[in-house]
Structure formats: structure tokens, C-alpha cells
């Protein structure tokens, strides 16, 4: 998906069966208890595994309701950037269904499954590994808790750069149930729906559905494809009981979008791009990539080296589609498709040993299928077009026990994941002049062992001192059978068996991870804290590896940062103003890194280590209740990244090239201010709010040589909504819009320099 505009504008319509009133009782979870000279709600959070109130946390936490995600208009996951600094979410390059997700600078390489992501995605407890089927998972949602820097003792699962959790409603005890309706623009449209009932004064069960329609915005010029549009539905179900000492939650759920595929454009032409002509190589934009169009145009013979002037003839007709039509116009010649669906199953157990004592455990099963064809280039011309499929299963188990004192808090535990799947990609590149179709075609096996405890000691008055650690030890294992229409393309001295097209490939990765962090609060309202944290992410396999030099199947190692930390919390004025900041600085080793490279005569995606980076920066969270009507807030992130020595064998011929000073893959700046208004009117309240979100340039591909052609410029966005809630009725209808002032968004890019061109999406 370009993902320019997700909504314009559009009108919600909520109703509660009259039985009871429970549409509105999302905000009492995170915002549960209420001091009497409170001017703010004690929001409670589980990001340390135990009920706290996120004031009284020594960590970069940021959390909302589902009272706060619905007032700032927040419906897919991607909208969590807009709320949140130094976080950015973004679609994958050859999938708007997939979430590449940014927290300080640290995101995943590629979106395949022998690749982990820094940041990991937890849904009631349970770590979903491959961030797909998230669009719909924000309704009726109990809060959103958003944890910043290395997170490695308690969340595990390569969690270097932050974690983002998501907490599902629980069922009520009250019989009860909500509707809602939402009409906008690109003729979108959705109905959704709550239904809880409770089974017992101790057991209930809460249902969820939601379907969701909107029509492309894409004008595809040339074919009768239909990208970048919606529609798909969303099924939940949750049950939650206590049985004495005994508590059991159950969540299930499953998704079935069909996207219709992510459009491209062509950004620009490779000014230093070289090609072959009967003048000798040649410099010409867009290179290799011309040379295919003259041929695919009849501009040059099927066979021979085609004249200098077709060339540049070719080249010239080429880059008469960078910026062609209407920003929102495609002239893509390969199928564009993008289909998912999976499901998962969340199992939590706790059990009171003692008043002191509890058992807790957490067991989780997530699978997927998706099927998505890409059109890289957006033009008419075969240049380079995939398709990929993905089937994957994933299991965990996690137990912990966890215990209390006046003086200490501990949790100690351990962990086990396994996933299995199969990842499939077909792809053409420079089709007239290659002829040739290649297919990376893996199974993926991925294992996850993991011991940890931590402890919190309230050594003196307002001091507190927390000392964590983990130790994982992780398998990777893959049976690469890479090939194309002529052959294996696998090295012959790697197959398993002569002759047949199979090579495994088995590593193993262990490292620590630890967190220690001392906080003292010289008042009930102030906290001032600092802390040191370790996270390792474990080591990739390069699947789509081929061809005869060995280097290529390599392994990349794994990961690790060391942060630094310095924070400050506080709740000023009587409480009327919130002020929350921290300041990180992030030593970074074998950094993870995609390059796009010609093989031979073919391109493949594969993961390198970059050898060291410094990453430092700073975020502030504010919120003044101005009056009992009025509440202002904002948000600001500042990042400063770059690498102290990169280099690897993408240059040509596989020559060695210097890339220390890459641009980084996350915007600089970033900054909220939004106010909201709740005023009570006679049978209900009127309700407004407002943002305006900026974010800095971001290069969405930072291995391009030209770095112009991919990267989005620094943007300005308004979101807007207003709301009426009518007592009476126990009904809600809101308008509201987001990108307002119609900003035109990147959100991917793809560099295809080593044959002439790029592009994003």
C-alpha cells in the first residue's frame, strides 16, 4: 500500500444495547484508580509483568486506553505513530499489510522469517514474532503499552529496541454489548460489534467482530488491478474465570484481509548506472534496466549488444514515468495482490500459592498464510516483479513465578518457542534480456530456549534498586532450495545430496541480556531514575542466498545493545500537569542490515552485519489538565544515529563497499500537540480533539546511493475528531478525519541501483 491517506474523513456511529451500558467501559482498565486530589487518572500497566502504576516505573513506558485510542482517531497499528515518540510504524516493502515497526532507530532488516524483529509484539502475554494480522487487532482494546529501549530480561524474544503490547478487553459482569457503524471516503465502509456475557459472578466471555471495506485510491492506469483498497473482518472471543486461587483467561482470535496488492512508483533513474552497447559499456540512467526496456520495446535486436542511441532512447522513455499522472496514478504491469489470514490462541494461567506467591502461565499458538505479488517498478515494463508466499506456525510457553515482600519484589521464569514455515519467493528481474525466473523456496525452523528473573529492592525510603538478567540460547535452521527455470542455483558443494536441489543450514546463537536501574522519588509525585540494560537479538539466516560464492550463506550474527538511560517522571502543580522525559544513549554491534544485490545476473535481498553504530536521543511526554474541560497534551522525540565503521561486499562485483556513512532508518525529529475538549451538554457530553503530528525526512532506503530517491520529506499531519454521546440513547455518533490536509506519504522504498532505478511505495 502507498499509504497516503487511510481516512479523510468519516462518521462513527455507536450504540449500546439498552440492557446496560457497557460501550463505554474501555477506559476503566488503564486508568483504574483515582487519587482524591487527583487531577489525572493512576494509569496501571503490567510492563515489568505485575500491576503498577506507570508513574512508579523506572522505564520509558508510554501507555493508552481504549478511551484514548478511539479519541485520537487510532484504528490500525500504524496509527500508534502519530501518539507516541520515537516510535514509527510503517507497511513493509512488498506487503501494506505488513507493520515495519520503529522504536529508536531500531527496526527489523527484512520482513521474512528467518529475520526477528528488535521490537517485539505482545498480545495478552503471548509474543507474536511476525508482525502481520495487527490492522484490526486495536478493537475493543483494554490499553496499548508501548515499552522503549532493550526490554531482553522480562520480554525476551530479541527485544533490543522496545516492545509493543496489546491488552484485549475483559469480559464484564454485566450482560451488555455495543455497536458501530463508520461511513468515509473511497467508499468505506465498516460495521463492528461487542457482545458480553457473563457466565457466573466469577466467569465471562466477550465477543468481537468487526468488517471493514474501503475501495482503492489508486488509479491504476494501464490494467483493471485494483491496489491498495480493504476488506477483510475480524473475529475474537475471550473468556475469563477465577476459580479459587485459580484465574484463566482464554483469547482466541481470526483475520481475513484481502489488500489487493502495494502499488510502486519509479523515483528516479541511477545517474552512474552502466550498461553494454556496441559503443562498449556505456554510463546511462538507468543502466541495465534501459538496456531491458529498449529490448522489450523493439528498440534494440533479441540478441547483441543494442546501439548507444537505443539506450538513451530507452532511458529517456523510462524516466518519462518518474512523477507521471497524478501522485496517486500506477502503470504496474505484474500482478498486485496481497491476501492474509491467520489466527491465535492466548492461554493465561495464575495460580495463588500464598498470599505472597503465584504461579503464572502463558501459553500461545499464532498462525498465518499470505500471499503477495509486487510490482516493484510501477511501470509497463518487466523489470522487476514477486511473488511471495508464506505459511508459518508459532508456539510458545512461558512460566513464571512471581513473589512480594515490604522490601523486595521478584519474578523468575523460563521460556520456549518453536516455529515452523515455508517461505516461497518467485520473482523476475529484467525479463526480456534474463529470461529467466527465479525461486527462493525455504523451511524455516526456529527454536527459542530462555531462563530469567529479576527483583525489585525498596532498600531505603524513595529508593528502589531492580537487577534482572536472561540468558536465551536460540536455534536456527533453514533447507534452502533455491533455483530458477533452468536449474539449482544453489552452490553444488552445499546439497545435501548430489543432484537434488537442497541445502540445510543449522546455527545456534546464545547471549545474556540484563537490566540494572536504581529510581528515587523525593516526592509522592517525582521520580528521577537511571538505568543500564543489555538486549541481544539472535542471529539470521540467509535463505534467499545463491549462487557460487560461498560468502553469501553465511549466517549474519546476532545483535546487541548496551543502553544507557536517564529519566524523569513527575506529576506537577496539584497533578495538573504531567511531565514525563528520558535521554538514552545505545552502544549498537553487528547491526542487522538488508542490501539488495546482483548475483551473477539475478538480484537478491540478503542480510549483512554492519559493524558498529552509536545511537542517542531523547523523549518528553507532557499532559496539562487546563481546567476541568480542557486537556492539552504533546509529545517529542529526537534521535541522532549513525554508524562508527560499516562496510560489506554489495559494491560491484562484489567488491567491498564503505557504508559508515548511510543515512540511518528513522526520522530525527518527531513531535505531537493535540488538545481535547469534554464538555457536558443537556442528555450527554460534546466531545472534540485535535493533533497535529510532524516527522522529520526519513530514508526508507538507506543502502541507495541517492538518497533524494528515497527518502520521504519531513511532513506535517492533522488529525481531527468530534463527538457527541447522547445519555439517553446510550449512543455516540463522531466525525472524524485523518490527514486532513491531504498529505501525499511515502512509507517503503526498495533501491534497485545495481540495475538502474528506484522506487517507492
Same mark, same amino acid.
Given at each position: 500500500?502507498?499509504?497516503?491517506?487511510?481516512?479523510?474523513?468519516?462518521?462513527?456511529?455507536?450504540?449500546?444495547?439498552?440492557?446496560?451500558?457497557?460501550?463505554?467501559?474501555?477506559?476503566?482498565?488503564?486508568?483504574?484508580?483515582?487519587?482524591?486530589?487527583?487531577?489525572?487518572? &493512576?494509569?496501571?500497566?503490567?510492563?515489568?509483568?505485575?500491576?503498577?502504576?506507570?508513574?512508579?516505573?523506572?522505564?520509558?513506558?508510554?501507555?493508552?486506553?481504549?478511551?484514548?485510542?478511539?479519541?485520537?482517531?487510532?484504528?490500525?497499528?500504524?496509527?500508534?505513530?502519530?501518539?507516541?515518540?520515537?516510535?514509527?510504524?510503517?507497511?513493509?516493502?512488498?506487503?501494506?499489510?505488513?507493520?515495519?515497526?520503529? #522504536?529508536?532507530?531500531?527496526?527489523?532488516?527484512?520482513?521474512? +522469517?528467518?529475520?526477528?524483529?528488535?521490537?517485539?509484539?505482545?498480545? =495478552?502475554?503471548?509474543?507474536?514474532?511476525?508482525?502481520?494480522?495487527?490492522?484490526?487487532?486495536?478493537?475493543?482494546?483494554?490499553?496499548?503499552?508501548?515499552?522503549?529501549?532493550?526490554?531482553?530480561?522480562?520480554?525476551?524474544?530479541?527485544?533490543?529496541?522496545?516492545?509493543?503490547?496489546?491488552?484485549?478487553?475483559?469480559?464484564?459482569?454485566?450482560?451488555?454489548?455495543?455497536?458501530?457503524?463508520?461511513?468515509?471516503?473511497?467508499?468505506?465502509?465498516?460495521?463492528?460489534?461487542?457482545?458480553?456475557?457473563?457466565?457466573?459472578?466469577?466467569?465471562?466471555?466477550?465477543?468481537?467482530?468487526?468488517?471493514?471495506?474501503?475501495?482503492?485510491?489508486?488509479?491504476?492506469?494501464?490494467?483493471?488491478?485494483?491496489?491498495?483498497?480493504?476488506?477483510?473482518?475480524?473475529?475474537?472471543?475471550?473468556?475469563?474465570?477465577?476459580?479459587?486461587?485459580?484465574?484463566?483467561?482464554?483469547?482466541?482470535?481470526? /483475520?481475513?484481509?484481502?489488500?489487493?496488492?502495494?502499488?510502486?512508483?519509479?523515483?528516479?533513474?541511477?545517474?552512474?548506472?552502466?550498461?553494454?552497447?556496441?559503443?562498449?559499456?556505456?554510463?546511462?540512467?538507468?543502466?541495465?534496466?534501459?538496456?531491458? #526496456?529498449?529490448?522489450?520495446?523493439?528498440?534494440?535486436?533479441?540478441?547483441?549488444?543494442?546501439?548507444?542511441?537505443?539506450?538513451?532512447?530507452?532511458?529517456?522513455?523510462?524516466?518519462?514515468?518518474?512523477?507521471?499522472?497524478?501522485?496517486?496514478?500506477?502503470?504496474?504491469?505484474?500482478?498486485?495482490?496481497?491476501?492474509?489470514?491467520?489466527?491465535?490462541?492466548?492461554?493465561? +494461567?495464575?495460580?495463588?500459592?500464598?498470599?505472597?506467591?503465584?504461579?503464572?502461565?502463558?501459553?500461545? /499458538?499464532?498462525?498465518?498464510?499470505?500471499?503477495?505479488? %509486487?510490482?516493484?517498478?510501477?511501470?509497463?515494463? &518487466?523489470?522487476?516483479?514477486?511473488?511471495?508466499?508464506?505459511? &508459518?506456525?508459532?508456539?510458545?510457553?512461558?512460566?513464571?513465578?512471581?513473589?512480594?515482600?515490604?522490601?523486595?519484589?521478584?519474578?523468575?521464569?523460563?521460556?520456549?518457542?518453536?516455529?515452523?514455515?515455508?517461505?516461497?519467493?518467485?520473482?523476475?528481474?529484467?525479463?526480456?534480456?534474463?529470461?529467466?525466473?527465479?525461486?527462493?523456496?525455504?523451511?524455516?525452523?526456529?527454536?527459542?530456549?530462555?531462563?530469567?528473573?529479576?527483583?525489585?529492592?525498596?532498600?531505603?525510603?524513595?529508593?528502589? +534498586? %531492580?537487577?534482572?538478567?536472561?540468558?536465551?540460547?536460540?536455534?536456527?535452521?533453514?533447507?534452502?532450495?533455491?533455483?530458477?527455470?533452468?536449474?539449482? %542455483?544453489?552452490?553444488?558443494?552445499?546439497?545435501?545430496?548430489?543432484?537434488?536441489?537442497?541445502?540445510?543450514?543449522?546455527?545456534?546463537?546464545?547471549?545474556?541480556?540484563?537490566?540494572?536501574?536504581?529510581?528515587?522519588?523525593? %516526592?509522592?509525585?517525582?521520580?528521577?531514575?537511571?538505568?543500564?540494560?543489555?538486549?541481544?537479538?539472535?542471529?539470521?539466516?540467509?535463505?534467499?542466498?545463491?549462487?557460487?560464492?560461498?560468502?553469501?550463506?553465511?549466517?549474519?550474527?546476532?545483535?546487541?545493545?548496551?543502553?544507557?538511560? #536517564?529519566?524523569?517522571?513527575?506529576?506537577?502543580?496539584?497533578?495538573?500537569?504531567?511531565?514525563?522525559?528520558?535521554?538514552?544513549?545505545?552502544?549498537?554491534?553487528?547491526?542487522?542490515?538488508?542490501?539488495?544485490?546482483?548475483?551473477?545476473?539475478?538480484?537478491?535481498?540478503?542480510?549483512?552485519?554492519?559493524?558498529?553504530?552509536?545511537?542517542?536521543?531523547?523523549?518528553?511526554?507532557?499532559?496539562?489538565?487546563?481546567?476541568?474541560?480542557?486537556?492539552?497534551?504533546?509529545?517529542?522525540?529526537?534521535?541522532?544515529?549513525?554508524?562508527?565503521?560499516?562496510?560489506?561486499?554489495?559494491?560491484?562485483?562484489?567488491?567491498?563497499?564503505?557504508?559508515?556513512?548511510?543515512?540511518?532508518?528513522?526520522?530525527?525529529?518527531? /513531535?505531537?500537540?493535540?488538545?481535547? +475538549?469534554?464538555?457536558?451538554?443537556?442528555?450527554?457530553?460534546?466531545?472534540?480533539?485535535?493533533?497535529?503530528?510532524?516527522?522529520?525526512?526519513?530514508?526508507?532506503?538507506?543502502?541507495?546511493?541517492?538518497?533524494?530517491?528515497?527518502?520521504?520529506?519531513?511532513?506535517?499531519?492533522?488529525?481531527?475528531?468530534?463527538?457527541?454521546?447522547? =445519555?439517553?440513547?446510550?449512543?455516540?455518533?463522531?466525525?472524524?478525519?485523518?490527514?486532513?490536509?491531504?498529505?501525499?506519504?511515502?512509507?517503503?522504498?526498495?533501491?534497485?541501483?545495481?540495475?538502474?532505478?528506484?522506487?517507492?511505495?
Amino acid at each position: 500500500m502507498k499509504g497516503r491517506i487511510l481516512l479523510a474523513g468519516a462518521a462513527v456511529i455507536a450504540l449500546a444495547i439498552p440492557v446496560t451500558a457497557v460501550a463505554q467501559d474501555v477506559p476503566s482498565a488503564a486508568a483504574a484508580t483515582k487519587r482524591a486530589d487527583s487531577g489525572f487518572d &493512576d494509569i496501571i500497566v503490567t510492563a515489568r509483568r505485575v500491576e503498577e502504576n506507570v508513574q512508579s516505573i523506572p522505564l520509558a513506558v508510554s501507555a493508552l486506553s481504549g478511551a484514548a485510542l478511539q479519541s485520537q482517531s487510532v484504528r490500525d497499528i500504524k496509527d500508534l505513530s502519530s501518539t507516541v515518540p520515537n516510535l514509527n510504524i510503517s507497511n513493509g516493502n512488498a506487503d501494506q499489510q505488513a507493520a515495519t515497526i520503529t #522504536i529508536r532507530g531500531q527496526n527489523q532488516a527484512n520482513l521474512l +522469517l528467518t529475520i526477528d524483529s528488535p521490537v517485539g509484539v505482545y498480545v =495478552d502475554g503471548v509474543n507474536n514474532p511476525r508482525a502481520y494480522g495487527l490492522r484490526n487487532g486495536l478493537v475493543d482494546i483494554q490499553r496499548v503499552e508501548i515499552l522503549r529501549g532493550p526490554q531482553g530480561t522480562l520480554y525476551g524474544r530479541n527485544t533490543t529496541g522496545g516492545a509493543v503490547s496489546l491488552i484485549t478487553q475483559d469480559p464484564k459482569d454485566e450482560f451488555g454489548g455495543s455497536a458501530q457503524l463508520t461511513f468515509g471516503n473511497y467508499e468505506t465502509w465498516g460495521i463492528g460489534g461487542v457482545l458480553n456475557i457473563p457466565l457466573s459472578p466469577d466467569m465471562g466471555v466477550r465477543f468481537v467482530a468487526q468488517k471493514t471495506i474501503h475501495q482503492p485510491y489508486i488509479d491504476t492506469r494501464l490494467s483493471s488491478e485494483r491496489p491498495n483498497r480493504e476488506d477483510g473482518y475480524y473475529f475474537r472471543g475471550k473468556f475469563k474465570g477465577e476459580f479459587g486461587a485459580l484465574t484463566v483467561s482464554l483469547t482466541g482470535d481470526y /483475520y481475513n484481509n484481502d489488500a489487493g496488492g502495494q502499488s510502486s512508483r519509479v523515483t528516479g533513474l541511477f545517474p552512474g548506472a552502466v550498461a553494454t552497447s556496441d559503443e562498449g559499456s556505456v554510463v546511462v540512467p538507468g543502466g541495465r534496466a534501459a538496456w531491458s #526496456i529498449a529490448r522489450e520495446l523493439g528498440l534494440a535486436p533479441a540478441t547483441g549488444a543494442p546501439t548507444g542511441a537505443a539506450l538513451r532512447a530507452a532511458s529517456a522513455i523510462f524516466a518519462s514515468y518518474i512523477g507521471r499522472g497524478d501522485f496517486f496514478d500506477s502503470y504496474q504491469s505484474f500482478p498486485l495482490y496481497s491476501k492474509n489470514k491467520g489466527g491465535s490462541v492466548a492461554l493465561n +494461567l495464575e495460580y495463588a500459592l500464598s498470599d505472597a506467591v503465584k504461579l503464572r502461565s502463558i501459553t500461545g /499458538y499464532r498462525g498465518l498464510s499470505r500471499f503477495t505479488g %509486487t510490482d516493484y517498478d510501477g511501470t509497463p515494463f &518487466d523489470l522487476h516483479g514477486s511473488t511471495l508466499d508464506t505459511r &508459518d506456525d508459532f508456539y510458545s510457553q512461558e512460566l513464571q513465578l512471581l513473589g512480594g515482600s515490604d522490601t523486595i519484589d521478584w519474578v523468575v521464569g523460563g521460556y520456549y518457542s518453536i516455529e515452523k514455515g515455508t517461505e516461497t519467493t518467485v520473482s523476475k528481474s529484467l525479463f526480456p534480456v534474463l529470461a529467466t525466473v527465479g525461486t527462493t523456496d525455504a523451511d524455516v525452523k526456529n527454536r527459542s530456549f530462555a531462563f530469567f528473573g529479576q527483583a525489585n529492592w525498596h532498600f531505603a525510603p524513595g529508593f528502589n +534498586l %531492580t537487577v534482572g538478567g536472561r540468558w536465551t540460547k536460540e536455534y536456527k535452521d533453514i533447507v534452502n532450495r533455491n533455483r530458477n527455470n533452468l536449474g539449482c %542455483t544453489v552452490l553444488a558443494s552445499l546439497l545435501d545430496t548430489p543432484g537434488v536441489c537442497a541445502a540445510t543450514f543449522k546455527n545456534s546463537f546464545s547471549d545474556p541480556s540484563w537490566i540494572v536501574s536504581i529510581d528515587y522519588s523525593p %516526592t509522592q509525585d517525582v521520580m528521577v531514575y537511571g538505568k543500564v540494560s543489555r538486549g541481544f537479538r539472535g542471529g539470521a539466516q540467509n535463505y534467499r542466498a545463491f549462487g557460487a560464492n560461498p560468502v553469501v550463506y553465511q549466517a549474519v550474527a546476532p545483535e546487541t545493545v548496551t543502553e544507557y538511560e #536517564i529519566g524523569l517522571k513527575s506529576e506537577l502543580f496539584d497533578r495538573r500537569l504531567r511531565l514525563n522525559a528520558a535521554f538514552f544513549y545505545d552502544k549498537y554491534v553487528d547491526v542487522q542490515r538488508s542490501v539488495l544485490q546482483l548475483i551473477g545476473a539475478s538480484l537478491t535481498t540478503l542480510i549483512t552485519n554492519a559493524a558498529k553504530a552509536d545511537l542517542k536521543g531523547f523523549e518528553a511526554e507532557a499532559t496539562l489538565r487546563a481546567n476541568d474541560y480542557i486537556t492539552i497534551d504533546g509529545a517529542v522525540g529526537y534521535l541522532d544515529a549513525g554508524y562508527k565503521s560499516f562496510s560489506d561486499n554489495s559494491g560491484p562485483g562484489g567488491t567491498v563497499r564503505d557504508r559508515t556513512n548511510e543515512p540511518w532508518p528513522a526520522p530525527k525529529w518527531n /513531535y505531537r500537540i493535540g488538545a481535547r +475538549l469534554s464538555y457536558p451538554i443537556s442528555g450527554g457530553t460534546l466531545t472534540a480533539r485535535a493533533d497535529y503530528v510532524w516527522q522529520d525526512d526519513l530514508n526508507l532506503s538507506p543502502a541507495a546511493a541517492v538518497p533524494a530517491d528515497v527518502t520521504q520529506k519531513a511532513y506535517g499531519m492533522i488529525n481531527a475528531r468530534v463527538g457527541l454521546a447522547l =445519555d439517553d440513547y446510550g449512543a455516540e455518533i463522531s466525525l472524524f478525519g485523518r490527514n486532513l490536509t491531504n498529505k501525499k506519504v511515502y512509507t517503503s522504498a526498495v533501491s534497485f541501483e545495481s540495475v538502474g532505478f528506484n522506487t517507492m511505495q
